[in-house]
């Protein structure tokens, strides 16, 4: 939760992975929390971890089928049929 605390107070955006200049401890902003806050942010932040695990997970899981269909099409082992073009409205966020 501190490192929580101490990297939200940093103004504006970056891009990831931008490195960010160091900053002595003085010059650090940590929020002063009641103790309900501090509960219910550890609540927040408890339930953003296991939703960022989920997440990881759903991606490995894509990675790992993306992997065994580009293999078993060049192996031979899969073949595709149908119709593989997607409807459009279903990737451009207008689904009914």
Known sequence: ?????????????????AVRSARRLEQHYVALLSPAEVRLLDALLEH???Q???????????????????AGLTAGTLTLT??????????SGNAS
């Open 1 to 17: 939760m501190l490192a929580t605390l101490l990297t939200a107070d940093d103004h504006g955006t970056r891009p990831a992975r």
């Open 48 to 50: 953003l971890d296991g």
């Open 52 to 70: 960022l695990v989920l997440a990881r997970q759903q991606m490995d899981a894509l990675t790992e089928i993306r992997n065994i269909a580009a």
């Open 82 to 91: 149908g119709d593989l073009t997607p409807p459009a409205d279903r990737w």
